[in-house]
């Protein structure tokens, strides 16, 4: 339990170490080498690229935030084994041993966030999996742009990334690769991993909710009834999906909000 809550502690630090070391990349490496015509003021590379990673960045933060400042209700009535049972059915919800609360239609503890994943929060976490993986694997294209530029190397052959790591690392100890161009290559692999991460979370976390479903629920084998795909969509999403999915904000206009307001 302690080594949970330390992780618990050391994850969401983590996260916010290589979301800072992203923004120095993009602000002070990336963008800059991208200013080469000046007379291109209105559609320059380094303004498109700027703004598109200012809108990816901005939702994955927005609703990891989110993440957090919405977490799922805390359940404080229900007091002991048999007064759980008899309040919180199993299927619904769940004790986190993490939290130390018992949360509705819990799905699973996120320890990146630091919080339970449930009915409250559950769009949030969808957004900020699918933003985050947007993000990295954009960052990871603009550091291959750049390391191309700086070190004249072809990314034509489908092999050219996976060789490029150990090609560096022999050229980085004979000094012909920097101590900076090393860091970008390294960062290459780190955004290539988390984007596919996070693109799997995020794909996997769809799959359950157009199922109606939770990752709690499949784990213990609770049966559900299965309901209308679209129905599912709504329950989380809300009828202002649209908009959740261009600016960060709360689950409103969906069934778990509404009960909630109950």
């Known amino acids: 339990m302690l080594a949970l809550r330390l992780l618990n502690v050391v994850a969401p630090a983590y996260f916010l170490c290589i979301s800072l070391v992203t923004f120095a990349l993009q602000l002070f490496l990336f963008l800059p080498s991208m200013r080469e015509d000046p007379a291109a003021r209105l559609c320059s590379p380094a303004l498109l690229h700027g ?11 927005g609703n ?19 007064a759980r049972k008899a309040l919180c059915p199993p299927p619904s919800t769940h004790f986190c041993r993490v939290c130390a609360r018992v949360t509705l239609r819990h799905d699973h503890h996120c320890f990146f966030t630091g919080n339970c994943i ?11 999996c699918l933003y985050t993986s ?11 742009a750049y390391i191309s530029a700086v070190l004249s190397i072809s990314f034509a052959h489908p092999l050219a990334f996976l060789t490029l790591l150990p090609t560096s690392i022999s050229q980085f100890f004979s000094g012909a690769v920097l101590g900076s161009e090393m860091f970008v290559i390294l960062m290459l692999y780190l955004w290539f991993a988390v984007g596919l991460a996070c693109a799997g979370f995020c794909c996997h976390q769809l799959l359950l909710i157009l199922r109606g479903q939770t ?11 299965a309901g209308p795909w679209r129905k599912n969509l709504q329950e989380v999403f809300g009828k202002r999906w649209l908009l ?7 689950n409103v206009g969906g069934e778990s909000s509404k009960q909630r307001d109950k």
């Open 118 to 128: 449930g009915s409250r929060n559950m769009r949030n976490f969808v957004l900020f």
């Open 64 to 82: 990891y935030v989110l993440v957090i400042q919405n977490s799922p209700d805390d359940l404080d009535a229900c007091q002991g084994a048999s």
């Open 215 to 225: 990752r709690h629920q499949v784990r213990k084998g609770v049966a559900v009834r």
């Open 244 to 250: 959740g999915l261009l600016v960060p904000m709360f």
């Open 51 to 61: 703004a598109l990673f200012l809108f990816l960045s901005t939702n994955a933060l």
């Open 134 to 144: 947007l993000a990295c694997l954009y960052s990871m294209v603009a550091g291959v």
